[in-house]
């Protein structure tokens, strides 16, 4: 478990509808810093600078989908040690299980309570090892 609380979320989609949602469900339900950034070509630039506890990645986004980026992020030694939860709609359990074994921290189905979306991070956050 980590000795610090999650603060600061790093959200990679691009339906804008969507973005709101989470942005208002993590920043005025749960309390969190969130930062939004609409397509996955920007994402790892905006880890760097944001510099988040966690990130959660769309699957499905045009120019690179969530399951590639998250493989450049093990690629690059600035990003790599971000615990990544994927939020998605589309995949089967089989790609799933992929994802965690390839060492994401989580999955969250689509759709998903926005009541309950930051209890459901920081339940993966407190899951994580310090």
């Given amino acids: 478990m980590p000795t610090r609380p999650l603060q600061k979320v790093l959200y990679v989609e691009d339906d804008e509808d969507i973005q709101r949602i989470v942005r208002l469900s993590l920043e005025r339900v749960g309390k969190l810093s969130i930062e939004v950034v609409g397509n996955s070509t920007l994402a790892i630039a905006a880890m760097k600078t944001y510099q988040p506890d966690l990130v959660m990645l769309d699957w499905m986004m045009p120019e690179m989908d969530g ?20 939020i998605t709609a589309k995949a089967s359990s089989r790609e799933l299980d992929s994802l965690i074994a390839m060492g994401a921290k989580g999955t969250i189905s689509k759709p998903f309570s926005p009541k309950d979306l930051p209890e459901q991070l920081r339940t993966l956050w407190s899951n994580l090892p310090d």
């Fill in 67 to 86: 399951p590639t980026l998250f493989r450049k992020m093990m690629e690059d030694p600035e990003v790599a040690h971000l615990p990544v939860v994927f």
